[in-house]
């Protein structure tokens, strides 16, 4: 059974970065690789992008492209999203997340780190 | 991108009684759709995929139906651990999006 453990709560500056982690503790990650997911307070779901935990490929969604970038470390099991220039529009939870045969739907997850970006 | 509508927003239901959670496409998704459920405070759980597949462990209760643009989510009679936010999830296009939730509340 995969579990993944990401990092705790951050609170940043409009303009700094931040860089969430992901771990597959007590196992690997699926081979479908690993999304991140972000959830605005009290919204709905929105899909950042992939990263590929086999060569490292990675996939962005548009609207974040040129903003983030996705990583995996093999040897410790961890990915990593790191997002540049915040705003307080990128205040959310965010997941990452694997497809257990597929890379397009999600059956684990995280439990979700909180960014908060405030002045 | 598609554009992922979900209808109701909210949802009021007895206990025992079904529900029936609408979800629609601004453009085909075939069959390429996934449900999930979230709780308060709580990561998203995968509900259905491939628009009527259930995942594992999940309980036949929780039935999916549709293609194309239209889609529907039936649970046939709500357990109290039930009333949550319903997310639909389109992955036939990319980038992958998610509609809005639909919360089930308790009537």
């Known amino acids: ?119 | 991108e598609i554009v992922m509508t979900q209808s109701p927003a909210t949802l009021s239901v007895s206990l025992g009684e079904g529900a029936t959670l609408s979800c629609r496409a601004s453009q085909s998704s075939k069959s390429n759709l996934a449900w999930y459920q979230q709780k308060p405070g709580q990561a998203p759980r995968l509900l259905i995929y491939g628009a009527s597949t259930r995942a594992t462990g999940i309980p036949a209760r929780f039935s999916g139906s549709g293609s194309g643009t239209e889609f529907t989510l039936t649970i046939s009679s709500l357990q109290s651990e039930d009333f949550a936010v319903y997310f639909c999830q389109q992955y036939n296009n990319w980038p992958w999006t998610f509609g809005q939730g639909t919360k089930v509340e308790i009537k």
């Open chain 1, 1 to 119: 059974q995969v579990q993944l453990v990401q990092s705790g709560p951050e609170v940043k500056k409009p303009g700094a970065s931040v860089k969430v982690s992901c771990k597959a503790s007590a196992s690997t990650f699926p081979p479908s690789g690993v999304n991140w997911v972000r959830q605005a307070p009290g919204q709905g779901l929105e899909w950042m992008g992939w990263i590929s935990t086999y060569n490292g490929n990675t996939d962005y969604a548009p609207r974040f492209q040129g903003r983030v970038m996705m990583t995996t470390d093999t040897s410790t099991n961890t990915a990593y999203m790191e997002l540049r220039s915040l705003t307080s529009d990128d205040t959310a939870v965010y997941y990452c997340a694997s497809g257990a045969t597929k890379a397009v739907f999600f059956d684990y997850w995280g439990q979700g780190a909180l960014v908060t970006v405030s002045s």
